[in-house]
């Protein structure tokens, strides 16, 4: 039981808010919550299927080829001492981590407005729930990746990691970031003008194009006009992109200043998008 | 007690109507420049009162305005009010669905709401799955749902399917289920928004018990909105009606709910003599008729079992002899329910002078109609014959009440209600 005290109020609601306010202890309070979730969305995605979480693998794996006979057979770009399926693999792991957190958080308001319009939990927790299950589909993924480049070096491939893979897991939170936070900006703007949700799907897939998934920043320099070569470079996920391939497999080349820069874009969208979330989750079902 | 729980204070809600288009991105546009520039939300100022039946003048409309009460600790506060008062519109409020446009509610305890039942079941998963991931979207940790997985197996009567997948559940079972995780909620302030209208009998049994264990047992404070008046007369400590999205009266449950009754219907229906749909030979006319409560207020919503007066005004060209007054109760498939007719129950019989402004009046001491919407058909005859016959004379719903005094909700919607006796006898 809490204290008689007049004035001592446990929460207020009210129509004021701040730039700002997140509850951390609230969050934290609703953590069961989050896992829930995290174990729904994985428990419930191939059910009823007969491969099952295979699906996991088939996707990556065919595009990979796909992106190899296009891009390397036909396209003759150049992927050095690497393999050019091992290459493609690597980025569309990364890519697909990037977008299936910007796909499924951008449909967070819209989609569950069936349960956000009768009970109240923090509204956060489902776009974090998404990016952790998606981290975990990422594994699986990434398990592949390494059964390749396994693979690779067995039959004969000069492969090597560099020892940037320390950086593997800032890697993973930049790519969060970006995704989340983009996913949170486009969310929070759908509720009331669902124009964006057109955008959005056909905006991934053209931005795959320019964010160095299916070929080297070096071949991006060396073929571009020179204004789409600058727009792919100071693209952070160019840099995410890069420095994915150049930790796994030692291509390219590592640049701290443009590290940092990806970090700080990554660290800014991030934020914003909390505070446009934090914004619109209070008054949203009243526009969706 | 004067430990106050919740705190409502100049609570408004503003919404938009019509739809969302180019339009109101101007609007938006426009807001977002005042706000920029330090001022108030231009919009805020416009806006009709919340009366679903006019036509609005504005694109506009304050859903609630200004609801102002208190909530102690412990109490059961029922809110009442027709459909579009603004109910709904201030427990998403008080739920943290959405914020208020102006005022501020202070509370002291936890809200959790149970607005519908079953939000956020998964269909593919399991019984049991479901009744976590439903447990902690409305607010309970893994630990407390555990605590209580065998209790709300147990009273959702679904032992036997809980670890098949929801989607092969009946739509009575998913309810049941539902019901079950939010009944076992513990939350310092508990909203309930009609709930008790699901499942069956049994089940509704169960569900309105289990409320009535919460609010009395546990001392646990809690909202509950209805249209069930038995219910919120069985349930509630105190209870404010709201009208038009504002506050019309806050007290006492009994007087709370006769307000409400009363609202809207305290005029009589007086204009029986413009009718030209009638039949017979018109020496006697009927001219209105008003139906009162025991304390003679009129009211057209009505609750079975209490004791109602029929008053029925007429006029007379010359002395009827032998006037037979017969009223029948219609309900809305047109079935008549039972009749009532002086002529049943006088041993002499009726013999009415010329008049202007005679009344007759029937007296109904415990109403029999189960829930549901009725006409009453007029008719007089004479030595002659038929003198008057009108239909649809007054409309009038039946809307809960508790003809048995058993504290249960009716179910039956057919037939009349018959006092009975019940034994088991072996």
Redesign the interface.
């Known amino acids: 039981m809490l204290s008689n005290k007049e004035d001592e109020w446990l929460y207020t609601i009210s129509a004021k808010r701040k730039l700002i306010d997140f509850n951390f202890k609230e969050i934290w309070r609703y953590r069961d919550l989050l896992f829930l979730f995290v174990k729904r969305d994985i428990v419930t995605l191939y059910k009823q299927t007969i491969l099952g979480p295979l699906w996991y693998l088939i996707q990556p794996l065919f595009t990979s080829i796909i992106f190899t006979l296009i891009f390397n057979n036909l396209g003759q770009i150049q992927t050095g001492s690497v393999p050019p399926f091992l290459f493609n693999l690597a980025g569309i792991t990364a890519w697909n981590y990037f977008r299936d957190c910007l796909n499924n958080t951008s449909s967070t308001f819209t989609k569950n407005q069936n349960i956000f319009g009768k009970v109240y939990f923090p509204r956060v927790i489902l776009p974090m729930s998404i990016t952790i299950s998606n981290l975990l589909k990422f594994g699986i993924q990434f398990l592949i990746f390494i059964g390749f480049f396994v693979y690779y070096s067995v039959i004969g491939f000069e492969l090597s990691i560099n020892s940037n893979i320390i950086l593997f897991p800032i890697y993973i939170v930049i790519m969060a970031m970006l995704g989340l936070g983009l996913g949170m900006i486009f969310s929070s703007l759908t509720t009331k003008y669902r124009d964006l949700t057109v955008l959005l799907t056909f905006a991934v897939q053209l931005l795959m194009y320019v964010s160095a998934v299916p070929y080297p920043m070096s071949e991006a320099k060396a073929k571009f006009p020179p204004l789409v070569a600058r727009i792919v470079e100071y693209n952070p996920l160019t840099q995410i992109m890069e420095g994915f391939r150049y930790m796994l497999l030692d291509i390219g080349e590592f640049n701290l200043a443009r590290f940092l820069y990806t970090f700080c874009i990554s660290l800014f969208i991030f934020l914003l998008g909390l505070v446009i979330f934090n914004r619109t989750e209070k008054t949203f079902i009243d526009t969706v | 007690m004067s ?1 106050v729980i919740l ?1 409502v204070e100049h609570i408004s809600k503003q ?2 109507l019509g739809l ?1 288009g180019t339009g ?2 101007s609007h ?1 546009l426009k807001r977002w420049l005042y706000k920029i520039r330090g001022k108030d939300d231009p919009y805020l100022k416009v806006g009709d009162t919340n009366d679903r039946s006019k036509t609005a003048e504005s694109d506009y409309v304050w859903a609630i305005k200004d609801i102002n009460f208190e909530v102690k600790r412990g109490e059961v506060l029922g809110i009442i009010g027709k459909n579009g008062a603004g109910k709904s519109t201030l427990l ?20 959790a ?1 149970l ?2 039942v079953g ?2 079941f ?1 269909p ?2 399991t019984g049991k ?1 479901n009744i ?2 439903n447990g ?7 630990t407390e749902i555990k605590a209580k997985e065998q209790e709300i197996v147990e009273f959702s009567g679904c032992q036997r399917y809980i670890d098949t ?1 929801v989607k092969r559940y009946s739509s009575g079972m998913r309810v049941r289920l539902a019901f079950a995780v939010a009944a076992f909620l513990e939350p310092d302030i508990l909203v309930v928004d009609e709930v008790l209208a699901v499942g069956d009998a049994e089940f509704q049994k169960k569900a309105v018990g289990k409320m009535q264990d919460i609010s009395r047992g546990d001392g646990r404070t809690v909202l509950f909105v209805s249209h069930n008046m038995a219910a919120v007369k069985s349930l509630c400590t105190r209870a404010i009606v709201l009208e038009h999205g504002k506050v019309a009266y806050n007290g006492s449950t009994q007087d709370a709910v006769s307000f409400y009754l009363s609202d809207g219907n305290r005029e009589i229906i007086d204009n029986l003599l413009e009718r030209k749909d009638r039949k017979g030979i018109g020496d006697f006319l009927f001219k209105g008729i008003s139906i009162l409560n025991e304390a003679n207020e009129k009211h057209l919503n009505l609750l079975s079992g209490e004791l109602y007066r029929f008053r029925i005004e007429f006029s007379t060209k010359k002395t009827i002899i032998d006037a037979k007054i017969r009223a029948r109760f219609i309900d809305s498939k047109g079935q008549i329910r039972f009749l009532l007719n002086n002529y049943f129950i006088d041993t002499v019989t009726l013999n009415l002078e010329k008049t202007d402004k005679g009344i007759v009046e029937y007296t109904i001491e415990k109403l029999p109609l189960p829930n549901g919407n009725y006409t009453i058909q007029l008719t007089c005859f004479s030595e002659n014959g038929l003198e008057d016959d009108l239909e649809n004379t007054v409309d009038f719903n039946l809307i809960g009440g508790d003809f048995f005094n058993s504290g249960r909700e009716q179910f039956s919607k057919e037939g009349v209600l018959v006092e009975h006796k019940f034994k088991v006898l072996k």
């Open positions: 430990d705190k919404y938009r969302v109101t991105l938006d998403k409020i008080l739920s943290r669905v959405t914020s208020p446009t102006t005022g501020q509610i202070k509370t002291k305890g936890r809200i709401s607005l519908e939000t956020g998964h593919e998963l799955e976590y991931l902690a979207i409305l607010g309970m940790t893994k997948p």
